[in-house]
């Protein structure tokens, strides 16, 4: 029996009640306290406990708690509620009802003590959260929407497939640690790598996220992604393969978000930038990395909530999220742009901000075992993070060229939203030792280190310095005007001309891969279509003679088997 | 295992084998005699029901291993008539009666608006017939009773196929030929236990199971074995042999498919697993070799020729019908493996696919009555203008593609077992592929049913209670046995295990 009520249920008897409701306070008290009544109940739960049920003969796990999945559990919640609360205008049921049920599944999922749970939890977040992108009602959303479903339903099927193998192998379901020893054991990382979007499997989240409605893509980016990462941090903890796979990550993501026009694209593509560092964590291994690993993800899905809630709220009240089009926003939505900024410094790593407390002690842990190349490329990669997101997202949206357009500010529920987020943001950075008590493991690492305050500040500056000297080589520009539009000139020639060439190329041959995989699957449906279509020769209605042929073919051949 | 002999008279528990099937086959005449539509029905419907209590109950007798065995007239096997019930058909006689009781609300209505009022209680008369027909071949013990009861059910299935013809004259063509190869089957089948008969000199199948053990060599036992597995595998529509399916699906009123593709198929696919299993030895080296070469490629043709088959049908019944052939696919696999757990698979998936293709047959019925036609065209955003309906297609639809929580999950999750525990890995692979399939002819139909823009200009309303509920029923018997599978994975394996341990010896 349960013994233990398992928190993803508040998600799901809230979305059950859900249409029952008429709109208005009453489906408001239900999307905002469900979120809250788990998170308080999780936070209460003692470690340790556990709680199965037998179904088919195999006995579930469906609450396995500790601080791992505490921490987890805690932040699902937090970031269902703010979600919750920027979407509160919204007034379609199928959202509503699929945010919630998406949450409940992650969070159900976080809590799963064996694989069969966790692939049921992971179908049901995969299946719930695609209606958030076909609630845009567009025929593109509901083609990417399909995409999307197609690739999470592969995850889970491969998941599937990868536990049963296992379960035939050691006869056990449980979800511990496992290593990329046998066949199973890569199908079940590969079922994970996907819903992290490693790179080459990646393209989900880019095509996907930005296709969804203003207060879906907030919701969506907190949690599938973030689950992958702690199924991986509880899976395969100090599997070196993922410290590369990670670091590819970091970098991969960069070129693309530098000539992206779309900046809720961008943030997509940062968001992998991110998951990067996580990915690294995790392949260490070691305690410090793998707090990393959690500290950083709470961290990520607060700044990348509030970066996806500014960008939403400047689509929701101008309808445009194109880099293009957008400029001089500051003007008209002051607060918007203060939250922004505060997400940007966050996910750039500025002293006082949560980016910072919490990506250092991924760093620290590749350093400390080692991983000086690829300690480097997180270096490098942050960097860059700074200049895409940091800088670009802020800058196009709300100063740049005016673009004349004159906004209102976004509304009150969307800002309390944003300033609950941010106010987050700073509380994570100016007090750590709250979310460090929170992580998997003891801890005693001190962020504001003289050393590295200063290594921090060190790269700030130099990536300032690269764009000085940027602005050195370019023209020289008198006002401050002029440095805009050089500024301009670095994101839209001179980036462009470096990566671009590489972009296209590397996307040239993607559309040729597909291309002709499309041609090939085009050309087996057709014949498919004739042979088996209503009109084929398989789906004809048969004339009785041929069907006694039939059957005198079958006992021939029944017969001459049974008598040799 | 050892059963008391029953003397007749005892007490009315004891008759329950009987009556279970008699009850129907009384009823039938009185429907005609009586000569009231309503009256018709009513008799009907409370025969099915009783039918279905006393299936139960004979089931809970039977969980734990037991058999009950009557002696028709008091005569005692061999010589007389026996019949036999243990877990294996128990399970099977619940699934028959049951379907039929959930069925016959909705075929009030149903019929109402597909046969002409003067023919009801016709219809309810062989519809009564078809029931007999089908228990009867579940129960006895006794191999010719088999082929008789066979004939009782197909000859009445003629009739209820044929009663399509008001709403599509193709339908006569489509119940002629399953006239010709339902007779060819069934004459087939008898041609088989002549030949065993003609060895052991019996028709009782304990009886002639004991003989046949030591006759593995004997070419006659074997032709007999070919003859009966092609002729109940035409009744049972295995894929080559399916070809009077689609026909008589499509075009036979939809009470009637919803009901056989429930219970027909599944009454010959018991009938297979009874001689496979009990009456010949599943060890006879043979039997094996049909096994491995014929019944496993043929399953799995079926599997995913008609699975694509179905993908590319315009017309919703016809694509079911196509997936009823591919489903009976899974359960010949699963007794192609030949072993315990494959078996249950088989049993369970009979179980599973039953409830589930009647919800999906009975929501096509809905939309025929309210729309006039079956054609994907006709479908275009039904999910607004009938919500309860289709989403009961939609759980349907889960079902039979075998999502988890859904009963269609369990029963692939035995197959899937089963195909491991014989370390046929690529099989596994090729059972999860081809539900992909599956994934692919429900997707397109939701796709029609809710993305689709609705015909404004139509405007329809839901069908009456009297079909929603029973829809319902088995729509939420089919999430219910998704989670609570101690009933029908308990039954599969009992009976697994009674036939595999010669549960009629």
């Not at chain 1, 559309?511 to 279509?529: C, E, H, N, P, Q």
């Not at chain 2, 993908?311 to 919703?316: A, E, N, Y």
């Not at chain 2, 479908?379 to 039979?400: D, E, H, R, Y």
């Not at chain 2, 998704?482 to 994975?489: H, Q, R």
Request: charged residues 10%.
């Amino acid at each position: 029996m349960i013994d233990v009520f398992p928190p993803a249920f508040f998600f799901f008897i809230a979305a059950a009640i859900i249409p029952f409701l008429p709109q208005g306070i009453f489906r408001t008290l239900v999307l905002l306290f469900a979120p809250l009544v788990a998170g308080l109940y999780i936070f209460d739960l003692s470690h340790g406990v556990s709680s199965q049920i037998e179904l088919a003969g195999l006995s579930l796990e469906l609450m396995r708690v500790d601080k791992l999945s505490v921490v987890f559990g805690l932040i699902f919640c937090l970031a269902s509620f703010l979600g919750n609360l920027y979407a509160l205008h919204v007034r379609d049921s199928v959202q509503q009802i699929a945010a919630l049920a998406y949450v409940g599944s992650a969070v159900g999922a976080v809590f799963a003590g064996d694989l069969v749970t966790l692939f049921l939890y992971w179908e049901g977040a995969a299946i719930t959260s695609v209606f958030l992108i076909w609630a845009r009602r567009t025929q593109g959303a509901y083609h990417s929407g399909m995409r999307y479903l197609i690739m999470q339903i592969a995850s889970g099927v491969i998941l599937l497939g990868g536990t049963v193998l296992l379960y035939r192998e050691t006869g056990s379901i449980a979800f511990e640690a496992m290593t990329l020893s046998s066949f199973p054991t890569w199908l079940i990382f590969i079922a994970f790598g996907i819903k992290c979007a490693f790179p080459l499997l990646h393209n989900w989240v880019q095509d996907a996220y930005p296709a969804a409605t203003v207060t879906g893509t907030v919701i969506l980016s907190s949690f599938t992604t973030k689950l992958a990462v702690y199924a991986l941090a509880r899976g395969f903890p100090g599997t070196e393969i993922l410290i590369y796979i990670g670091a590819t990550m970091t970098l991969f993501p960069i070129f693309y978000a530098v000539i992206e026009n779309d900046l809720r694209r961008v943030l997509a593509y940062s968001l992998n930038n991110q998951l990067g560092f996580m990915v690294v964590g995790v392949g260490v291994g070691t305690e410090l990395a793998l707090n990393g690993t959690a500290a950083h993800a709470v961290s990520h899905i607060l700044y990348k909530s509030l970066l996806f809630m500014s960008v939403g709220a400047v689509l929701f009240r101008t309808g445009t999220a194109k880099a293009t089009q957008l400029g001089g926003l500051y003007k008209s939505m002051p607060l918007t742009m203060i939250f922004c900024v505060i997400g940007c410094a966050s996910i750039s790593a500025f002293p006082f901000f949560s980016g910072f407390v919490t990506k250092s002690l991924i760093l620290s842990g590749a350093a400390k075992e080692g991983y000086y190349v690829v300690w480097g490329i997180l270096l490098f990669a942050s960097a860059c993070a700074f200049h895409y997101s940091g800088i670009k997202i802020p800058y196009f949206a709300f100063f740049s060229h005016d673009s004349g357009l004159r906004p209102k500010e976004a509304p009150t529920h969307m800002l309390w939203a944003m300033g609950i987020t941010a106010a987050l943001c700073i509380g994570v950075g100016v007090f750590p030792s709250v979310l460090y008590s929170l992580l998997p493991y003891e801890i005693s690492y001190n962020a504001y280190s003289t050393t590295h305050v200063i290594t921090q500040l060190q790269l700030l500056f130099f990536s300032a310095l690269a764009f000085t000297v940027l602005l050195r080589a370019g023209i020289y520009p008198p006002m401050l005007k002029a440095v805009n539009l050089d500024f301009d000139w670095t994101y839209r020639k001179l980036l462009p001309t470096i990566f671009g060439s590489s972009a296209s190329y590397v996307t040239r041959l993607w559309s040729a891969i597909t291309l002709f995989g499309m041609a090939k699957i085009d050309r087996v449906i057709s014949g498919l279509y004739r042979s088996h279509g209503p009109e084929g020769r398989m789906a004809r209605v048969w004339p009785t003679g041929a069907m006694v042929l039939w059957i005198a073919i079958i006992l021939t051949a029944t017969m001459i088997v049974n008598f040799i | 295992m050892d059963s008391a002999a029953i003397l007749p008279g005892l007490s009315i528990i004891d008759q329950l084998p009987l009556l279970a099937v008699v009850l129907p086959m009384l009823a039938a005449p009185l429907c005609v005699l009586f000569g009231n539509r309503h009256i018709a029905w009513l008799l009907a419907f409370l025969a099915s029901l009783f039918s279905f209590l006393f299936s139960f109950h004979m089931l809970l007798q039977v969980m734990d291993g037991d058999v009950l065995s009557y002696h028709l007239g008091g005569w005692a096997p061999p010589m007389g008539i026996e019949y036999r019930i243990d877990a294996a058909n128990a399970f099977v006689l619940m699934l028959i009666s049951g379907i039929s009781t959930v069925i016959l609300p909705y075929a009030r209505r149903s019929i109402a608006y597909e046969i002409t009022k003067v023919s009801h209680t016709l219809f309810y008369c062989c519809y009564l017939l078809c029931l007999t027909g089908l228990l009867g071949v579940v129960a006895t013990g006794d191999a010719f009773n088999v082929f008789v009861f066979l004939e009782i059910s197909a000859l009445s299935t003629y009739v209820l196929v044929a009663m399509g013809a008001e709403r599509d004259r193709r339908a006569l063509t489509a119940a002629y030929d399953y006239l010709i190869m339902g007779t060819i089957g069934a004459t087939f089948f008898v041609i088989g236990i002549g030949f065993l008969y003609s060895v052991t000199g019996t028709l009782n199948m304990v009886d002639m199971a004991e003989r046949i053990s030591t006759l593995e060599d004997n070419r006659t036992v074997q032709a007999g074995f070919a003859f009966i597995v092609v002729g109940m595998g035409l009744k049972a529509a295995i894929y080559p042999l399916h070809l009077w399916l689609p026909g008589s699906y499509t075009y036979a009123p939809s009470v009637v498919t919803a009901f056989l593709a429930a219970t027909a198929t599944k009454a010959a696919i018991y009938v297979l697993i009874r001689f496979m299993f009990s009456v010949f030895q599943p060890e006879f080296i043979f039997e094996l070799h049909t096994f491995k070469w014929i019944l496993m490629p043929l399953a799995i043709l079926a599997m995913f020729a008609a699975s694509l088959i179905a993908v590319f049908q315009t017309d919703l019944k016809r694509l079911l019908a196509y997936s009823s052939v591919a489903q009976v696919g899974y359960m010949i696999l699963g007794i192609s493996l030949a072993s315990k757990t494959g078996l249950s698979a088989a049993i369970i998936h009979l179980f599973n696919h039953g409830i589930t293709k009647a919800v999906l047959f009975m929501v096509v019925g809905a939309f025929l009555m309210r729309v006039g036609g079956s054609f994907t065209k006709y479908l275009n955003g039904l999910g607004k203008q009938m919500p309860i309906t289709c989403a009961a297609f939609v759980v349907g639809g889960l079902s039979l593609i075998g999502v988890p929580g859904t009963a269609g999950f369990i029963s692939k999750w035995v197959l899937i077992d089963a195909a491991l525990q014989k370390d046929l890995w690529w099989l596994a692979v090729l059972i999860v592929l081809s539900s992909l399939l599956a994934v692919i002819y429900v997707w397109k139909v939701v796709e029609v049913l809710y993305m689709k823009q609705p015909d404004e200009t139509r405007v329809l309303k839901e069908v009456p209670y009297s079909m929603l509920v029973p829809m319902w029923v088995l729509a939420i018997a089919c999430i219910y046995f998704g989670f609570d599978t101690d009933l029908t994975l308990r039954s599969a394996t009992v009976a697994a295990e009674s036939l595999l341990s010669g549960g009629i010896k």
